[in-house]
């Protein structure tokens, strides 16, 4: 009998048991979280498939730090996340990082997700040549236009010099427009965004 509601319990609420348990996990391997909850800008990087070691870490995370403490007039925290594979189902699950760089085997398994933002005006701006890289305009479920949701790594010079492979790609999480931080936090990745594509090689 109790066997029977322990297997019912567990098929049920499995993925919800499987969410937390993975939280808990990814807390305890060294999420950073400030006394407020959480960083001014989180930047996730999947390591997955690739061997990628952060160099000038401080340096650029002083950069972005500054860049968002002139915008927004207070002191600013962002912090760089490793992903691997349990962490980014977490990440894709709960939305931690406000920006994910990502190669190419991730970003096509959940690139029909609405889980990126559109970045069509960057490509437009910054005239980045995508015609190499047909995976990155596509329509997700919640969609019927086409849209860029993904810019590759290739000539954005700040983050090749850090170590990101230049195979990967640059993505922004959609904010969770009911909560004002979440927000404040994607703008703050946008406020990043344009300061690296303004820097390209």
Do not use: C
């Not at 691997?84 to 894709?92: A, L």
């Not at 970003?107 to 910054?126: K, M």
């Not at 954005?156 to 009911?178: Q, V």
């Amino acid at each position: 009998m109790i066997k029977n509601k322990i297997a019912n319990f567990w098929y049920y609420h499995k993925f919800k048991i499987l969410v937390v348990l993975s939280a808990i996990i990814l807390f305890s391997l060294g999420l950073n979280i400030n006394l407020d909850g959480v960083s001014d800008l989180e930047i996730g990087y999947v390591i997955e498939e690739s061997d990628v070691i952060l160099k000038n870490q401080q340096l650029m995370t002083n950069q972005f730090e500054s860049l968002i403490s002139k915008t927004r007039k207070k002191d600013a925290r962002v912090s760089f996340l490793p992903l691997t594979g349990s962490h980014f189902e977490v990440e894709f699950t709960l939305g931690i990082s406000q920006i994910i760089l990502l190669d190419k085997i991730t970003l096509e398994r959940y690139i029909n997700f609405p889980f990126f933002e559109p970045l069509d005006d960057y490509v437009t701006r910054y005239n980045i040549n995508i015609k190499d890289f047909p995976e990155l305009l596509t329509k997700t479920k919640d969609s019927e236009d086409f849209h860029v949701y993904a810019l590759p790594l290739k000539d954005m010079k700040l983050l090749l010099d850090m170590g990101i492979p230049e195979d990967y790609y640059f993505t922004i999480r959609l904010p969770k427009m009911s909560k004002p931080d979440d927000v404040l936090r994607n703008q703050n990745a946008h406020i990043v965004l344009d300061y690296i594509l303004s820097n390209m090689q």
